[in-house]
Nanobody, 124 residues
Framework: QVQLVESGGGSVQAGGSLRLSCAAS????????MGWFRQAPGKEREFVAA????????DYSDAVKGRFTISRDNAKPTAYLQMNNLKPDDTAVYYC?????????????????WGQGTQVTVSS
């Protein structure tokens, strides 16, 4: 069983930056992909970014491509989401997730462990 704990959320103005962290414990995660998802009020959970087990392959949603960067440190083990040039539409609860596969996946069904979420609020 793996436990994931997100941190780093908060409130910023549009154009600002935040860095989310996802600390993992339990199951060895170095062999599995990690992902970030978000859910805004009244909306479904949506894919944000994912990274493969080695950190070499990443995938992003069109909404965040060029502004967000996902990374991981398997030695800790921790995954990160650097968010730059934030927009009000980025306001949501952000969740990290651990996959059952080695390569990045867009669908939430490919992940079997989830953190509790961290709130990100971007004001205009």
């Amino acid at each position: 069983q793996v436990q994931l704990v997100e941190s780093g959320g908060g409130s910023v103005q549009a154009g600002g930056s935040l860095r989310l962290s996802c600390a993992a414990s339990g199951r060895t995660l170095s062999s599995y992909a990690m992902g970030w998802f978000r859910q805004a009020p009244g909306k479904e959970r949506e894919f944000v970014a994912a990274i493969d087990w080695s950190g070499d392959i990443t995938d992003y949603s069109d909404a965040v491509k060029g502004r967000f960067t996902i990374s991981r440190d398997n030695a800790k083990p921790t995954a990160y989401l650097q968010m730059n040039n934030l927009k009000p539409d980025d306001t949501a609860v952000y969740y990290c997730a651990a996959s059952v596969y080695r390569h990045p996946a867009v669908s939430p069904s490919m992940y079997n462990a989830w953190g509790q979420g961290t709130q990100v609020t971007v004001s205009s």
